[in-house]
């Protein structure tokens, strides 16, 4: 079945840096990715949807300036939280869909555990 | 605005039983409904669609009603096993996007 591969699984980080996070398709090609937060014990949180070869669309409430989207080939998309503060602290879920398949279900990533320390 | 509702609380049932978990939502008319497994530290598994003009869906030992007058789903795992404790995400979706509106999730707990 389809495969989407996030990395990294964790990453710890100091407040004020930045962190990239990769999600790849493996076996299909996504023209559109989806990024997710959850916070424990809640809901996913739709952040934005990547767009390949477009500019993300975002959620309300989420900076766009803070979560840089890219889209640049069929199989990746790459999250970069900038300038992280410890309210970045999350877990980070990618997912994307076959295209053509429009109530298909979404394949996730398993999830960046961010710590900002 | 649209809500989606799941038992927050955990759901702790006998090994064998019939597992049953509720998904209510509000100020939405969904083109279709979809289940997610979700283990600890991990991304969400698919397991189920549904569509709006469909009653019912099976798959092995899992069942999923949707009834569009109650705005309700109803998520069954029937010969319930240990294996099968984690936490159900209901997800609902519309259009073509294939964006989707997530609840909280019910915890299960299945006992040996």
């Known amino acids: 079945g389809a495969v989407v591969s996030q990395h990294p699984s964790r990453v710890i980080c100091k407040s004020g840096t930045s962190v990239k996070i990769e999600c790849r398709s493996l076996d299909f090609q996504a023209t559109t990715m989806f990024w997710y937060r959850q916070f424990p014990k809640q809901s996913l949180m739709l952040m934005a949807t990547s767009n390949e070869g477009s500019k993300a669309t975002y959620e309300q409430g989420v900076e766009k300036d803070k979560f840089l989207i890219n889209h640049a080939s069929l199989t990746l998309s790459t999250l970069t939280v900038t300038s992280a503060h410890p309210e970045d602290s999350s877990f980070y879920i990618c997912s994307a869909r076959d295209p053509g398949q429009g109530n298909s279900p979404l394949h996730f990533g398993n999830g960046t555990r961010l710590t900002v320390t | 605005s649209q809500k989606i509702e799941q038992n927050s609380e955990a759901l702790n049932i006998q090994e064998g039983k019939t597992a049953t978990l509720t998904c209510n939502y509000t100020?939405?008319?969904?083109?279709?409904l979809q289940w997610y497994r979700q283990d600890p530290g991990r991304g969400p598994v698919f397991l189920l669609l549904i569509r709006e003009n469909e009653k019912e869906k099976r798959k092995e030992r899992l069942k999923v009603t949707f009834d569009t007058t109650l705005k309700q789903s109803l998520f069954h795992i029937t010969a319930s096993q240990p294996a099968d404790s984690a936490t159900y995400l209901c997800a609902l979706g519309s259009g073509n996007t294939g964006k989707l509106i997530f609840g909280q999730g019910t915890t299960l707990q299945v006992k040996p």
């Open positions: 100020n939405y008319s969904p083109a279709y």
